[in-house]
């Protein structure tokens, strides 16, 4: 495989941190010169941490590219603020280009990520530290890296893939996108070592941190993505002993009091004690504008009005579906006790103490996503078997809802793409899960079915604005995110996505 082997030298930012409320639960980040750091145990330790701090800004924004470029979501017009037209709105109506600032900050923040890895991964080969500290932190930085990697194979098709340090900027400059293909192979490279080396547990103060149960997801989806059917299968069968089991309550996953609990597989972990950088603020983002305190209790707090559940999702909830009422609100009653229908995500709503630093997790993997993808599997394997039936409807039990048998192939499959949908919302995963079960065309068919839905009954009111001609348009080659132009202007060696 032909590798860049090298990235531009950087600093790892480095989370400096105690307490006993976990690994996370520290000071402020401090960033330490590379060459003089990585000599003990102690340190090894913290600047892995400082690998996991860095995703807490990554998933902070990547509803945008995951759940609110589908069908799941959408925006409150906003008639008064037109300064999101470029980016937050280019995405929703699918009028992003090689200029989008979001894309350009995605395609820069997950490079970012991957460098400072590299720079660990550099370091800690010639660490005299203990073997085992060392292959514990090569075991976590390596999914972390696989997992950035999957996400940009997925977004912008071929990507550079870089696994070392590159020591002067002029080597930056050799390097070039390599083939969807040989992208995977490096993730599953990565995952492989991964998984020989995450622990299936961590003591009490580092819990949040990688482990074998979140290396074997990710590797399962991965092979999903692929169509390996079998060898996801396999993959997910080894999960099933590691001890994880579904919550009574849907509802309770999400409790900031029940973080990390048994149906968690990996979640990105934050603390909403203060606003050091470490807190998380979703619901200042998902809840609707002028909802004036009425959603985040904080008199006078209003939300941005992102990522709005959309009419269509709403109407996918069964009657009964204890799911829905955690998930989701179809809106609220205002400071005068009227009734404003602006739907709003209520999975990340909780009480917190101080404002704009809320205490919620950001959930990457859960059992009840091994259970789907294992019911997926066993259908592409061997069909609509008892067993595929079986850890479908144990998801649509919980959920309070009567059991699915008696479909063919192709029905289940939608069935359980269906219950991903609604099982997973607003978690980051419908926009991959539709690019990876339709083909491109059958993709296009349906999103432009959800725009014109939206533009003849938008979710919400635009204040008689009407929409562009050009809002909700979307062509097959959109379903690639463009490479940014500044990334082209710097190195002319790296070719553009075709269409843009």
């Known amino acids: 495989m032909k590798l860049i082997k090298k990235i531009i030298y950087v600093i790892v930012p480095v989370l400096m941190m105690s307490s006993c409320e976990g690994f996370l639960d520290k000071t402020d980040p401090t960033v330490l010169v590379v060459d003089t750091f990585y000599k003990d145990e102690a340190e090894i330790d913290q600047a892995v941490n400082g690998v996991y701090a860095l995703l807490q800004d990554y998933f902070n924004n990547q509803w945008q590219f995951t759940e609110y470029i589908s069908d799941n979501t959408t925006l409150q017009f906003n008639v008064g603020d037109r300064g999101q037209g470029p980016s937050l709105e280019a995405l929703e109506y699918w009028q992003y280009n090689a200029g989008t600032g979001n894309i350009s900050s995605l395609y820069n923040n997950s490079y970012y990520i991957i460098a400072n890895i590299n720079t660990l991964l550099d370091k800690l080969a010639s660490s005299e530290v203990n073997q085992q500290v060392k292959d514990q932190a090569i075991g976590q930085v390596k999914f972390i890296r696989a ?54 547990s961590y003591p009490a103060d580092q819990t949040g941190k990688a482990t074998l149960g979140a290396g074997l997801t990710l590797l399962a989806k991965v092979q ?13 069968n080894k999960i099933l002993p590691l001890g994880y089991t579904l919550l009574d309550n849907y509802g309770d996953f999400y409790l900031t009091s029940n973080k990390n609990n048994s149906e968690s597989i990996w979640e990105i972990q934050y603390l909403g004690l203060n606003t ?28 941005g009005g992102w990522n709005i559940p959309t009419k269509e999702i709403i109407a996918l ?141 938008p979710t919400t009111d635009r204040g008689g604005i009407p929409f562009s001609n050009g809002d909700y348009q979307i062509e097959e080659y959109q379903l690639l995110f463009p490479i940014p132009a500044d990334q082209i202007r710097i190195n002319p060696k790296i070719r553009q996505n075709p269409g843009y």
């Open 147 to 200: 997992y950035i990697y999957f996400d940009l194979v997925r977004f912008f098709g071929d990507v550079i893939v870089i696994d070392a340090p590159i020591q002067n900027p002029e080597e930056a400059f050799l390097a070039s996108r390599v083939p969807e293909n040989e992208v995977y192979q490096f993730i599953l490279m990565d995952l492989e070592e991964a998984i020989a080396k995450l622990p299936e």
């Open 276 to 303: 050091g950088g470490v807190n998380s603020s979703f619901i200042y983002t998902f809840a609707p504008r002028s909802s004036n305190g009425s959603v985040i209790n904080f008199p006078g707090q209003d939300g």
């Open 317 to 457: 909830y069964e009657e009964g579906d204890k799911r829905k009422d955690p998930s989701l609100k179809e809106g609220y009653i205002d400071q005068s006790g009227d009734w404003v229908s602006v739907p709003y995500i209520n999975k990340y709503n909780h009480e917190h103490t101080v404002r704009g630093a809320t205490d919620d997790n950001w959930p990457v993997f859960r059992y009840a996503d091994v259970l789907l993808m294992l019911a997926e599997n066993i259908n592409e394997v061997n069909g609509p078997t008892s067993e595929a039936y079986g850890y479908l409807n144990m998801v649509r039990q919980r959920a309070g809802l009567d059991p699915i048998s008696g479909l063919g192939k192709e029905d289940l499959r939608k069935a359980i793409l269906k219950e991903r949908r609604i099982e997973l919302a607003f978690e980051n995963h419908r926009w991959f899960d539709l690019k990876r079960t339709h083909s491109n065309s059958e993709l296009i068919d349906l999103l432009l079915k959800h725009g014109k839905a939206e533009i003849e009954s």
């Open 224 to 236: 999903l993505t692929l169509k390996q059917y079998s060898e996801s299968l396999a993959t997910l």
